[in-house]
C-alpha cells in the first residue's frame, strides 16, 4: 500500500521501499479496535499532519493535535498515551521470562548514547531507584557505559526477543528509561518513564548553529503526555 500511495516519494525519506508488514503487526497486533490490514486504500488518506499547533505551548501531544483537528473536546481526551494489547500467548511467554523478578526497571538506549545528550543525568535516574534488577538493551554493554554503576541487570539484546516481547517487559516494568525512541514513549501509560533529551543549538526546529544540529523534542511531535524529559 505504501508503494502504491507514495511510490518513489519513499526513496527521498531515507528509509528505502520496506516491508511495512512487521512494523504494522508489531503495533497493532491483537488490538481490539483494529478490524484488519489494508493492501490498498481509495479516495483520501487521513495522515498525522492533520492537527492545530499551537506554537506558544509546544508541549501539545500529537494525538491530542490530531484529535482537536477533528473537533474531539477536551472533556473526550482523558487519556492519550499509547496502548499495546498482549495474546494469552504472549502473557504466557513474558511471566515465565521474568520468573520471579519483581519490581524491575528497564533501560532501552541507543548506539548514539554518550554521543548526543548529558547522560549523567540518566545515570542519576537509575540512582534514585536504588538497589533494583534492571534490563538493559544497549549496544553497547552495559559494563562499557557510565551505567556499569548497575549490580543486578540482565542484557536484553543476547536474549534474541522480538519487539512485543521487548515491550512486555518494558510495560510491566516500574520505570523506564532511555533515549528518545517510540518503544521508550510507548511506556508512558504503564511506568514511569524518563526520556533522554538531546542537545539543543538554536532556537528554532531544524535550525543549525556553528554547524551542529539540534533537536527539540516537543517540537518534533513526538511529545507523549506522563513522561518526563531529561533535558
Not at 533522554?196 to 528554532?204: A, C, E, V, W
Amino acid at each position: 500500500m505504501l508503494k502504491d500511495v507514495f511510490g518513489d516519494m519513499m526513496n527521498k525519506w531515507g528509509y528505502g521501499l520496506y516491508n511495512a508488514t512487521n512494523v504494522t503487526e508489531d503495533i497493532f497486533k491483537n488490538n481490539p479496535y483494529v478490524d484488519g490490514f489494508a493492501d490498498y486504500v481509495d479516495g483520501e488518506v487521513f495522515h498525522d499532519h492533520y492537527r492545530l499547533f499551537d506554537p506558544t505551548n509546544s508541549k501539545i501531544p500529537l494525538t491530542t493535535q490530531m484529535l482537536k483537528f477533528w473537533q474531539f473536546q477536551d472533556s473526550e481526551l482523558t487519556d492519550t498515551t499509547p496502548d499495546i494489547y498482549f495474546s494469552e500467548e504472549e502473557e504466557k511467554f513474558g511471566k515465565e521470562l521474568l520468573g520471579n523478578v519483581k519490581n524491575y526497571g528497564y533501560i532501552g538506549v541507543s548506539s548514539t548514547y554518550g554521543s548526543t545528550a548529558d547522560t549523567q543525568m540518566l545515570v542519576d535516574k537509575v540512582k534514585e531507584y536504588g538497589d533494583i534488577h534492571w534490563f538493559y538493551y544497549g549496544e553497547t554493554p552495559i559494563e562499557d557505559t557510565n551505567l556499569n554503576l548497575i549490580k543486578s541487570y540482565t542484557s536484553v539484546k543476547p536474549m534474541d526477543l522480538n519487539i512485543r516481547q521487548q515491550m512486555y517487559l518494558r510495560v510491566n516494568a516500574i520505570v523506564n528509561v532511555g533515549n528518545e525512541s517510540g518503544m521508550t514513549l510507548w511506556c508512558a501509560k504503564y511506568s514511569d518513564t524518563f526520556v533522554l533529551g538531546n542537545k539543543f543549538y538554536g532556537p528554532l526546529h531544524g535550525e543549525r548553529l556553528n554547524g551542529k544540529p539540534r533537536k527539540d523534542p516537543f517540537k518534533t511531535g513526538n511529545f507523549v503526555d506522563k513522561i518526563t524529559y531529561l533535558t
